[in-house]
């Protein structure tokens, strides 16, 4: 059974159509990408998964159980995490009042602080910076504590909006590691990313949306070496 299940999903922005009846698997364990050109309903499907978007049609299971109708702070406490596009902290507060907000749906306070010294670990820059407003963090900082935000509710499924969006390469690189290490830690993650090459590289499995349709998915490794793929989208 699949941890997330997302079944003919449609949502309109107005009259457009964002969305086209989207169907989707992420197993337990998986990386899974979804990759596209912009416009092309990736985001969308995201907030929809998260419920911050409703939907004209469809339905989300996670975990067997059907969450279309769910609000957003309840998806949170069910095990979705979701670090949007733009990285979205606040500016004004400092880096550990930002994560601390990640942990909003919990009241197990002792577990909530092993997990702020857990996040330091992850991401010992932000332990350097714990009492500085997050606003004068360099992007790749503020990156990397919109993810380890997501991480303080404690989720099985972490849903990542273009990670590597306006970073240097070697802070994509560095991003990119820190991915792989939280899915080898038990993390499932589907991943919506810029970089369709890379996010490929470091995933399990491929979808491919184009105008808000799947039009090609399959094993990351195999569609690395479609020459339809590689042609239509990497420039192969």
Do not use: C, W
């Given at each position: 059974?699949?941890?997330?299940?997302?079944?003919?999903?449609?949502?309109?922005?107005?009259?457009?159509?964002?969305?086209?009846?989207?169907?989707?698997?992420?197993?337990?364990?998986?990386?899974?990408?979804?990759?596209?050109?912009?416009?092309?309903?990736?985001?969308?499907?995201?907030?929809g998964i998260?419920?911050?978007?409703?939907?004209?049609?469809?339905?989300?299971?996670?975990?067997?159980?059907?969450?279309?109708?769910?609000?957003?702070?309840?998806?949170?406490?069910?095990?979705i995490?979701?670090?949007?596009?733009?990285?979205?902290?606040?500016?004004?507060?400092?880096?550990?009042?930002?994560?601390?907000?990640?942990?909003?749906?919990?009241?197990?306070?002792?577990?909530?602080?092993?997990?702020?010294?857990?996040?330091?670990?992850?991401?010992?820059r932000?332990?350097?910076?714990?009492?500085?407003?997050?606003?004068?963090?360099?992007g790749?900082?503020?990156?990397?504590?919109?993810?380890?935000?997501?991480?303080?509710?404690?989720?099985?499924?972490?849903?990542?909006?273009?990670?590597?969006?306006?970073?240097?390469?070697?802070?994509?690189?560095?991003?990119?590691?820190?991915?792989?290490?939280?899915?080898?830690?038990?993390?499932?993650?589907?991943?919506v990313?810029?970089?369709?090459?890379?996010?490929?590289?470091?995933?399990?499995?491929?979808?491919?949306?184009?105008?808000?349709?799947?039009?090609?998915?399959?094993p990351?490794?195999?569609?690395?070496?479609?020459?339809r793929?590689?042609?239509?989208?990497?420039?192969?």
């Amino acid at each position: 059974m699949a941890l997330l299940e997302l079944e003919n999903l449609s949502i309109n922005y107005g009259a457009i159509q964002a969305l086209r009846k989207l169907s989707l698997e992420v197993h337990q364990g998986e990386i899974v990408t979804l990759i596209g050109a912009n416009g092309a309903g990736k985001s969308t499907t995201l907030r929809g998964i998260s419920r911050l978007l409703g939907l004209k049609e469809g339905k989300i299971r996670f975990d067997g159980k059907d969450i279309t109708s769910a609000p957003p702070h309840a998806v949170v406490k069910m095990g979705i995490a979701h670090s949007p596009e733009g990285r979205q902290v606040l500016a004004r507060q400092s880096v550990e009042d930002n994560l601390l907000l990640g942990a909003y749906v919990r009241n197990d306070k002792s577990s909530i602080h092993e997990d702020l010294l857990r996040m330091y670990r992850l991401f010992p820059r932000l332990r350097e910076r714990k009492d500085q407003s997050a606003g004068t963090l360099s992007g790749g900082e503020q990156q990397m504590l919109a993810i380890a935000r997501a991480l303080m509710s404690r989720p099985r499924l972490l849903l990542l909006d273009e990670p590597s969006l306006g970073l240097a390469p070697l802070i994509v690189l560095e991003i990119f590691s820190i991915i792989r290490a939280l899915n080898e830690a038990g993390t499932t993650i589907l991943l919506v990313e810029q970089n369709a090459r890379l996010a490929m590289q470091h995933s399990h499995r491929t979808y491919l949306l184009e105008a808000g349709q799947i039009s090609f998915s399959g094993p990351s490794k195999e569609l690395l070496q479609d020459e339809r793929v590689l042609h239509a989208y990497l420039g192969g």
